[in-house]
């Protein structure tokens, strides 16, 4: 079936650095790729997205980049800082039977060390 | 505009005994998803509705578990009797999209708070 491989799965970073975590996916029929911030105890929240018609998205310090050739998107978050400590999710619509149904990665924990 | 909105926020019962979950979706959104979310995990789709009708339930264990969305909007989700291992938040999602392969539909999901189930 569809799935969703995410790296890594714990990032330390200095305050001020640059993070990157990489989603790969299977479903070739996929369009559609959200990432989605969680705090402790919170709910998921949607900080980015990108549909497959483009390569790149940027919303200031966050971005994201798609490859379709290779089945991988990644998350950029640029001039880290301590509130950015949450994880991090990837997600993609399979396709099954004419529909589709998220599946999403397995997290990543990001600490911005001060 | 009002977010998507789920009771109760904490659940403790024994196993074997039953709950049930609440999710009213943001207005207008025709997709419902129930998620379950292990701590250390990642989301797992449970059920989808679009509208009042199921587009995927392949991972929702039937034996135990049932969820409905009657008039296409509020939807419940409920277990009986429930395990151990049930022991997890219940995410419930909305989304515009009708679910129709490589549309220009919103695909956005909004999360609503949760429902923390703890089985003792």
């Known amino acids: 079936g569809e799935n969703v491989e995410q790296h890594p799965s714990t990032l330390s970073v200095q305050e001020g650095d640059s993070a990157v975590i990489k989603c790969t996916y299977s479903?070739?029929?996929?369009?559609?790729f959200p990432w989605y911030k969680q705090e402790l105890g919170k709910r998921p929240q949607l900080i980015i997205d990108i549909r497959s018609n483009v390569g790149e998205k940027k919303d200031q310090r966050i971005a994201v980049t798609l490859n379709k050739t290779a089945k991988h998107f990644s998350l950029h978050i640029t001039e880290t800082q301590p509130e950015d400590s949450a994880v991090y999710f990837c997600?993609?619509?399979?396709?099954?039977?004419?529909?589709?149904?998220?599946?999403f990665g397995t997290g990543t924990r990001l600490k911005v060390l001060a | 505009e009002a977010g998507v909105a789920q009771s109760p926020r904490y659940k403790i019962i024994e196993k074997r005994q039953s709950v049930a979950f609440w999710c009213n979706p943001i207005s207008g959104h025709a997709t419902l998803y129930w998620y379950q979310q292990i701590l250390g995990q990642g989301p797992k789709l449970l059920i989808q509705f679009q509208n009042n009708g199921v587009v995927d339930d392949s991972q929702l264990p039937k034996d135990r578990f049932s969820a409905e969305r009657l008039k296409g909007v509020d939807s419940t989700l409920k277990i009986q009797p429930a395990k151990l291992e049930d022991s997890a938040v219940y995410l419930c999602?909305?989304?515009?999209?009708?679910?129709?392969?490589?549309?220009?539909?919103?695909?956005?999901?909004?999360f609503g708070p949760g429902t923390r189930l703890t089985v003792t």
């Open positions: 479903d070739s029929a996929s369009n559609y």
């Open positions: 997600a993609s619509p399979g396709v099954t039977s004419g529909t589709y149904k998220y599946i």
């Open positions: 999602a909305s989304s515009l999209a009708v679910g129709a392969v490589r549309t220009l539909s919103s695909y956005e999901q909004y």
